[in-house]
Structures are given as C-alpha cells and as structure tokens.
C-alpha cells in the first residue's frame, strides 16, 4: 500500500501547488476521490463483518460507516440470503435495507478532539453509546465507539475545538431478512460488508486500495477539470484513468464466503465423533 503523502507528492508535481490555498484544495479533491473510488467495490481491506441478531418484528441498524454488503449469511444453518430476489414463482431467502434513520440518535456539543489521538473530551456520556458510531463536525469519517469518549480508529485530521459529535448519523441504513416462507428471520446472521476508511489527512497514512495510481489520477481529473476549468489537461488523463482503474479492480480478489473446513464426508475437521 502507498502512502498518503506519495499520492500528494505525485499530485503535486504535476499541478503547481505555490500556495497554501492550492494545497488544501488538491487534499480536500484527494480526500473527495478516495471515497468515490471506495465506493466504488468492496476492496479487501475495507471488508469487515458484523454479527448480527436480527428480530422479526424490529429492523437492524447497520454499521454507520457501511458503504455495502456482499453476503447475509445464517451460519448456523448454512443459508445465504439473497439481496431482495425472487426466483420465479418462489420467494427465495432475501435481505433488503428498511428506511434510513431519517435523524441521529444524539447530538453532543462543544466536543475537541486532538490530532492522532483516539478520544474526545466534552458533551454527556451515555453508556448505550458504546458500539454506535461518531462523526465530528463537517469532518469526513465515520468513527466506532469502543469505550467511554473512545472511538477507532485514531483521529488524524486538524485539532477540533466545539464541535458537534453526531452518533448515529442520519442516514444509517437498516436491515431485514426474510424466508422462503416470505416471513421475517429472527436470530443471528452473518452480515459481511465494506467500510470507509478513515479519511486522509496525514502523509503518512497508508492508502486502503490495491493501487495508488487511479486515486491520483482522479485527483489530477478533479483539480484541472472541475476546478481550474483547465478540461484540456483533465482529458489527457481520463484515459489511462479508465484503465488504471480497471487494472486495480483486477487486483481485487473476489469475496469468499468463509466456512468452517469439513473433512472428506462432510464432518467438521475437528468433530471427533466420526471415529
């Protein structure tokens, strides 16, 4: 992986960066642009799994920082659950996404947060926080609560002073799951999705993606074209864009359902009973 200041330096040399204001602007269009293109699939490094225990008469609330899912799996009995499809006359076992929180579930003022540090200080402490999500302010990133005032990952943006910690932001999606019997499963599943990283501010960051080059590229894209109005210069990298892009998603392995190994008739490896 590169590191975030590799990616400014190869921006940088290309653009004239003579002042600080054009500086700020190429790593606000870069920060832009790693999320664009984390979105974009479920890279390796980004993949993470929540288990979840669903109810049949209330919806889950997922991971704040989700971007999607690849797989709802019941491993207890070995059922994979579709993403809301039908397969001719009979209703296969799906999962689908409710209605987003329309509001967060709390808003704390006046909080500061360091830089590089893992805690805030401020705004009243509920212990039902713990395993929620924080952002802060208007800074990009999405944050996990792990203990009193604690979140991960570690916080490498500028020095905050009175801002709003929003937890659960709105927007949090929410999950159901149904049968084949088109009723709704409770019990515990598998959820295996992608998350943002925590964004870039810091040069020596490592970047969550197989490549460095089509973030660079996109950056460069953002800065000459959208920017600086300069659609000329832009053009001459959205081709080799195209295919570094295409070259990096290659780099991807595919997602793997992970399952418990069996031996040659089926039984767990470790089940002794088959002696």
Known sequence: MSTTGYVWDEVGSVINLDDKDTLKSMKRSCQLSYY??????????????VSAILSATASYVLPADMVGIESVYDSANDI????????????????????????????????????????????????????????FGKEPGIYKITAENTFTPRYYGPELFRVTGVIRPSGTRKLACVDDDNDRVAGAMDIHYWAYPAPLYDESQEIQLPASRPLELLTLIRMLGT???????????????VTALSEMKAMNPSFVL???????TGAKVFDMRHR
Not at 36 to 49: N, V
Not at 81 to 105: A, C, H, I, M, N
Not at 258 to 264: D, H, L, Q
């Open 80 to 135: 994979s659950y579709d993403p809301s499809v039908q397969w001719g006359e009979k209703v296969r076992p799906s999962w689908f996404y409710l209605d987003q929180t329309e509001d967060s579930l709390a808003l704390l003022p006046s909080l500061k947060v360091k830089s590089l540090s893992n805690v805030w200080t401020g705004g009243t402490w509920l212990a039902s926080y713990i395993g929620e999500y924080i952002r």
């Open 227 to 241: 920017k600086d109005r300069r659609e000329n210069a832009a053009d001459r990298y959205r081709a080799e864009y």
């Open 258 to 264: 992970p399952k418990e190994p069996t031996n040659r």
């Open 36 to 49: 664009d293109l984390i979105g974009m699939l479920a890279w390796q490094s980004c993949r993470r799994k």
